[in-house]
C-alpha cells in the first residue's frame, strides 16, 4: 500500500508493462536491445525532464518552453568550437553549459526585469536563441570529436554512459531537493509564493537558480545528444518541447507546482519510449499511434493523481 | 590541359550567351522585382535553399537581370502567417512571388489576390493548388517507388524492408510512403515489416529505429525519406546488427559514411532527393513568365541521385554538413519548361 502511493509508481509500472508487451511480441529476444535502447534515449528526456521539473515545482504558470533552443544553440556553438578536434571534448562542454547558463539568465530577466509571464518570455527568448543558432552555423552539420562520440554512444558495466549522466543528475537534482535548504525552499515557492516571501524565503534568488538549472540542463543535454547523434541539427531540440512537460506530469509531479518527484522523471522518459516502440512493434498506423500514446498518458495522469486525492 | 579547358570555358561561356540571346525575343525584366515567400528555415536543406536563392539573387542583381530577389521566411511556420506575408509582399510591389508553402490549400486566398493584383506567384516544393500559380512540383510517388526499383536491382531475392517514415500527418510523407508500397506490391519478393517515423531528423529516425529494431527479424533494405540514413546506419550499428542496404538522402553526412563504408567494405547503395536549389530553378521560372514567355502552369522537379559513381565528386562538392546541392541556370529552367511544353 505504501509502494502504491507513491506517485512515481505509475509511471514506472507503465514503463514495464509496455516493456512486457514489446517483448511478449518476441517471445522474449532483444530483451537486452530494448532496455539498452530505452536507457540511452531515455536520459535525454530524463535530463530535460529534471530541469522542467524544477521549474514547473515553482508553481502555476512556471513553465521552461525555451529547452529545445537551449539545446540547439549549445549543441550548435559547442560543436563548430571542438570542429571535430580531438581533445576538445571539455571545451565543448564548458561551452555548452555557459550557453545554457547565459539562456537561463536572459530568460530569468526578461520575466523578472519586463515582469512577463514565463511562457511568454521562454517563448520569446526561444526564437532568439534558435536565431542564433541558424546565424551562428547555418544548419551545418560538424561531427563531434571522435572520443567524445564514442563515450556518448559508449557503455559501462553495460549501462549506456548517457544514461550514467542522467542518472547522478538524477541523484543531485534528488539530494538538493530532498536534504537541502534550497530545495525546502523550493518547495514552499511552490505551494505559496507569497507566504514564502513572507516567512523570510529568498523567492527571487530561488527562481533565478531554477531558471538558471533547467537551461544548463538544456544545454548538457542538447551537447550529449549532438555527441550522440554525430553531430547537431537545428530541428534536434523540437520533440523535447513536449518531451519535457510530458515526463514531469507522467511521473508524478504536481503540474500546479510544489511536489516534485525525481525517480518519476526516470520512470516516464523510459515509458515515453517504451510505448513509441511498442506501438511501431505492434505496426500501428501514425494517427493510432498518436491517439493511443496521448489515451495512454492520460490515464497514467489521472491514476496518479487520483491516487493523491485520496491520501 | 590548360587550353582544353579553357576552351570548354569559352564553348559553354558561347552557349551562354547563345541562351541569352534566344532568350531575347523575351521582354526585358531588368525592372522586375522578385520575393521568395518561405515558410521554413529550421533544417539544412532549408538553409541550404536559402543560401542558393541568396547566392543566385544577388548574380541575378549585379547582371541586371532583375531588381531584386529578396528572401522571406516566416518564424512560426504557420500557413496564417504566410498569407499575411503574402498580402505584405502585394503591398510592397513585387512583380512576381515565389512561394515555398506551408500549405498546399491554406494560402490559396493570398495567393488569388496576388494574380489579381497582378502579381505572377511560382509555387515549388511545397506547392499550393490554386490554378492561377505555377506548380514547380516534386513527384514525391515516383521518388519512393524508385527506391523500391533500386532495392529490386541489388537484392533479387528480396527480403525484409524497414521504413522509415517523415513527419506524420505532411502531404510529402504520405506521397513518399504510398510510392514505396506501391514498389513494393510490384516487387512482392520484398516485405515491409516495420515501419516508424523519424521527421527527416537523424536524431529522430536513430531513435526509431533503436526502439523498433529488437522486435524486427533480419532486414535487408531500409527505405527512407531522406535525412533519416545516417540515424538508421547508426542504431543499427548500436544494436550489433549487420548494416543492411540503406538508402539514402545526400545529406553530407550520409555520404561521408557510404564512402568509409564503401572504403571498408565495398558497401554500396543509391542516394536521393531534391536539390535545394530548386528555389533558383523557381526563380528561372518567375523570370520567364515575368519575360513574358508561355510557360505550362505544371512543371516537374528533376530528383538528384548519387549513385556509386557520382559519390566522390558529389562529396567533395558539397560543404561539410550539408545537403549535395544544383544551382539551376537559365538554361536549366528553359529545358523543364520546354519538357512540359
Redesign the interface.
Known amino acids: 500500500m505504501t509502494l502504491l502511493a507513491k506517485p512515481w509508481i505509475w509511471a514506472w509500472g507503465a514503463a514495464a508493462l509496455t516493456f512486457a508487451l514489446?517483448?511478449g511480441?518476441?517471445s522474449g529476444?532483444?530483451?537486452g536491445?530494448?532496455a539498452y535502447?530505452?536507457l540511452?534515449?531515455g536520459a535525454f528526456a530524463a535530463i530535460v525532464g529534471l530541469g522542467q521539473m524544477l521549474v514547473i515545482t515553482l508553481g502555476p504558470g512556471n513553465v521552461d518552453l525555451s529547452i529545445p533552443a537551449t539545446m540547439t544553440l549549445a549543441a550548435t556553438l559547442a560543436l563548430k568550437a571542438m570542429g571535430s578536434m580531438p581533445g576538445t571534448a571539455l571545451l565543448g562542454l564548458a561551452i555548452a553549459l555557459a550557453v545554457g547558463f547565459g539562456a537561463g539568465l536572459t530568460n530569468y530577466l526578461l520575466i523578472l526585469l519586463l515582469r512577463l509571464p514565463p511562457i511568454i518570455a521562454t517563448l520569446a527568448a526561444s526564437?532568439i536563441y534558435?536565431s542564433l543558432a541558424?546565424w551562428s552555423?547555418?544548419?551545418?552539420?560538424?561531427?563531434p570529436p571522435e572520443a567524445l562520440a564514442d563515450f556518448a554512444?559508449g557503455r559501462f558495466f553495460g549501462v549506456p554512459n548517457v544514461a550514467w549522466v542522467g542518472l547522478g543528475l538524477a541523484v543531485l537534482v534528488w539530494i538538493a531537493l530532498e536534504r537541502s535548504v534550497w530545495g525546502r525552499w523550493l518547495l514552499a515557492t511552490g505551494q505559496n509564493m507569497r507566504a514564502a516571501r513572507l516567512a523570510g524565503v529568498p523567492v527571487e534568488r530561488v527562481r533565478a537558480s531554477t531558471y538558471l538549472a533547467v537551461s544548463v540542463f538544456a544545454g548538457l543535454a542538447g551537447y550529449l545528444?549532438a555527441s550522440?547523434?554525430?553531430?547537431a541539427?537545428?530541428?534536434?531540440g523540437?520533440?523535447y518541447l513536449l518531451m519535457s512537460i510530458a515526463v514531469v506530469v507522467i511521473g508524478g509531479t504536481s503540474i500546479a507546482g510544489g511536489n516534485s518527484n525525481v525517480p518519476g522523471v526516470w520512470g516516464a522518459a523510459l515509458f515515453m519510449?517504451?510505448v513509441?516502440?511498442m506501438l511501431?512493434?505492434y505496426?500501428a498506423a501514425?494517427?493510432l499511434?498518436?491517439v493511443l500514446t496521448g489515451a495512454i498518458v492520460i490515464a497514467i495522469v489521472i491514476a496518479a493523481s487520483t491516487r493523491k486525492g485520496r491520501k | 590541359m590548360k587550353i582544353s579547358t579553357m576552351l570548354i570555358g569559352v564553348a559553354s561561356l558561347a552557349l551562354c550567351a547563345g541562351g541569352a540571346l534566344a532568350g531575347s525575343h523575351l521582354a526585358n525584366t531588368a525592372d522586375k522585382r522578385i520575393a521568395l515567400s518561405n515558410n521554413y528555415a529550421g533544417n539544412s536543406w532549408r538553409q541550404a535553399m536559402l543560401q542558393s536563392w541568396e547566392e543566385m539573387g544577388a548574380a541575378a542583381v549585379a547582371d541586371g537581370v532583375v531588381a531584386a530577389a529578396d528572401a522571406y521566411t516566416t518564424s512560426e511556420s504557420q500557413a496564417t502567417e504566410q498569407a499575411a506575408q503574402i498580402q505584405n509582399l502585394i503591398l510592397q510591389g513585387y512583380d512576381a512571388i515565389v512561394i515555398n508553402a506551408a500549405s498546399p490549400t491554406a494560402l490559396n486566398g493570398a495567393v488569388k489576390e496576388a494574380c489579381d493584383a497582378g502579381v505572377v506567384v511560382v509555387s515549388f516544393d511545397g506547392i499550393v493548388t490554386e490554378p492561377c500559380a505555377w506548380r514547380i512540383a516534386v513527384d514525391f510517388k515516383a521518388m519512393g517507388k524508385s527506391e523500391v526499383e533500386y532495392l529490386a536491382t541489388r537484392l533479387p531475392d528480396g527480403g525484409n524492408l524497414l521504413e522509415i517514415r517523415g513527419l506524420a500527418g505532411v502531404f510529402v510523407d504520405d506521397e513518399i510512403s504510398a510510392g514505396i508500397h506501391e514498389g513494393v506490391a510490384e516487387n512482392d519478393q520484398f516485405e515491409i515489416v516495420g515501419s516508424v517515423h523519424g521527421d527527416w531528423a537523424q536524431d529522430v529516425a536513430q531513435k526509431a529505429v533503436a526502439g523498433i529494431l529488437p522486435s524486427l527479424p533480419e532486414i535487408v533494405g531500409v527505405v527512407t525519406q531522406g535525412g533519416d540514413g545516417y540515424g538508421a546506419a547508426q542504431a543499427f550499428k548500436a544494436a550489433g546488427r549487420p548494416t543492411p542496404l540503406i538508402v539514402l538522402g545526400n545529406r553530407q553526412d550520409e555520404m561521408q559514411w557510404w564512402a568509409d563504408q564503401r572504403d571498408a567494405n565495398g558497401y554500396e547503395t543509391l542516394s536521393l532527393s531534391i536539390a535545394p536549389g530548386v528555389s533558383t530553378l523557381a526563380f528561372w521560372v518567375a523570370q520567364q513568365v515575368l519575360a513574358g514567355d508561355e510557360v505550362p502552369k505544371d512543371l516537374t522537379v528533376p530528383f538528384l541521385k548519387i549513385t556509386q559513381d557520382t559519390l566522390d565528386e558529389t562529396l567533395a562538392s558539397t560543404p561539410e554538413g550539408s545537403v549535395a546541392n544544383v544551382t539551376y541556370s537559365l538554361e536549366d529552367a528553359q529545358q523543364v519548361i520546354a519538357g512540359a511544353k
Open positions: 514489446t517483448i511480441l518476441t529476444r532483444g530483451a536491445e530494448l535502447a530505452a540511452s534515449f526564437l534558435q541558424i552555423n547555418r544548419g551545418l552539420r560538424i561531427k554512444t545528444l550522440f547523434s554525430g553531430g541539427a537545428l530541428n534536434m523540437a520533440e519510449f517504451l513509441i516502440s511501431n512493434s505496426g501514425a494517427g499511434k498518436n
